[in-house]
């Protein structure tokens, strides 16, 4: 089975600091890994993913996630937040195979002041 | 940019009274989805729809809910007998291949209050 937990429902930062959101995800089939945001009165949008290869993965609006298996994790940083990367954003694992659904987290919602 | 669409964005209703959410996916999608997020809680999968059936269900589609595409661009959820449990927001997805590489596109979601 697979799990995905997120730390920290709220996280609070000021704007130019640095944005960290944590993931941890549990599988036992090699995972494939997600990060969506969700913005006030929007849908879902894919931020980036992991498959294969490269562990560094570059997303849209200067996101990035590193997927360290040793430590299970996949955390979303961002140098530097923006007032508008104010939303929230949830980490999503699924498998290779049959109809791929995604195995969702909580989800944090992410707030940034002057 | 072609984008999932749903209605209503707010559904009111009742104890007991069904309701029917409707979705419009991506023209040339293929594989529909439906999730849920109960207020605080986590984002949750209830149900995978190609070729005109079911192809995966969690352990929350009951016998209460149920899915159909009626037409070639709808594609709704069906709850019969809504309970105070199903308040929740539920978001519609597609994909073009259900796979890795097409990926999933959600809907704005429809937020569901049962009072």
């Known amino acids: 089975a697979q799990s995905v937990t997120q730390l920290g429902s709220h996280v609070s930062v000021s704007e130019g600091a640095l944005v960290l959101l944590r993931c941890n995800y549990s599988?036992?089939?090699?995972?494939?890994l997600f990060w969506y945001v969700q913005y006030p009165n929007q849908g879902l949008q894919l931020l980036l993913k992991?498959?294969?290869?490269?562990?560094l993965v570059k997303g849209i609006n200067g996101f990035e996630a590193e997927f360290k298996k040793s430590e299970t994790s996949f955390h979303l940083t961002k140098p530097s937040a923006h007032m508008s990367d104010a939303a929230e954003y949830f980490c999503?694992?699924?498998?290779?195979?049959?109809?791929?659904?995604?195995?969702f987290g909580a989800g944090t919602r992410l707030a940034v002041h002057p | 940019e072609p984008e999932v669409t749903q209605t209503p964005s707010h559904q009111v209703t009742q104890m007991g009274q069904e309701v029917i959410l409707r979705c419009v996916p991506i023209?040339?999608?293929?594989?529909f989805y439906w999730y849920r997020q109960i207020l605080g809680q986590k984002v949750e999968f209830l149900v995978s729809?190609?070729?005109?059936?079911?192809?995966?269900k969690s352990e929350i589609f009951d016998d209460q809910f149920s899915v159909e595409r009626p037409d070639g661009s709808n594609f709704t959820l069906k709850i019969r007998s809504t309970k105070l449990e199903d308040s929740a927001m539920y978001f519609c997805a597609s994909s073009e291949e259900g796979t890795l590489s097409s990926g999933w596109f959600f809907g704005p979601g429809t937020r569901l209050t049962v009072l």
């Open positions: 599988s036992s089939v090699p995972p494939y």
């Open positions: 729809f190609y070729n005109n059936e079911i192809s995966e």
């Open positions: 999503a694992v699924t498998r290779l195979g049959g109809y791929n659904k995604l195995i």
């Open positions: 992991y498959t294969t290869g490269a562990t």
């Open positions: 023209s040339n999608h293929l594989y």
